[in-house]
Nanobody, 116 residues
Framework: QVQLVESGGGLVQPGGSLRLSCAASGFTFSDYAMRWYRQAPGKERELVAAIAPTSGGTNYPDSVKGRFTISRDNAKNTVYLQISRLKPEDTAVYYC?????????WGQGTQVTVSS
C-alpha cells in the first residue's frame, strides 16, 4: 500500500522557519522524483520544489528560490522541505508528490500558517 505522510506544518510567525517531512512507503522511493506542492485557499495547487530520484538535482520556481530547500534521504524514504524567512503568503496546505513516468502518488497534506 502506497503511503506518503507529510508532517511538520503548523503556525509560524513571519520570518520564521519550518522543515516539512514526507515519509514514503509502499514503493521504491529512490526510483521516484519527489515534489512539493502547495495550495492556498481559493488558489490552484502550485509546484514549489522538485528533486531528482538519485542525482539530487533540484528545481524551484522563482517565487520561492532562495527560501525553499528540498532534500531527500533515500535510506529513510523521506523527502524534506526547509522553508526559511516565511511570509504570510506562504500560508497553504503543503503536499508531497512522488512521480515516475505514468505513476503519481500524493500525500494528504500538512497545513502551514504564517501569522503574527
Amino acid at each position: 500500500q502506497v503511503q506518503l505522510v507529510e508532517s511538520g506544518g503548523g503556525l509560524v510567525q513571519p520570518g520564521g522557519s519550518l522543515r516539512l517531512s514526507c515519509a514514503a512507503s509502499g514503493f521504491t522511493f529512490s526510483d521516484y522524483a519527489m515534489r512539493w506542492y502547495r495550495q492556498a485557499p481559493g488558489k490552484e495547487r502550485e509546484l514549489v520544489a522538485a528533486i531528482a530520484p538519485t542525482s539530487g538535482g533540484t528545481n524551484y520556481p522563482d517565487s520561492v528560490k532562495g527560501r525553499f530547500t528540498i532534500s531527500r534521504d533515500n535510506a529513510k524514504n523521506t523527502v524534506y522541505l526547509q522553508i526559511s524567512r516565511l511570509k504570510p503568503e506562504d500560508t497553504a496546505v503543503y503536499y508531497c508528490n512522488a512521480v515516475r513516468t505514468f505513476w503519481s502518488y500524493w500525500g494528504q497534506g500538512t497545513q502551514v500558517t504564517v501569522s503574527s
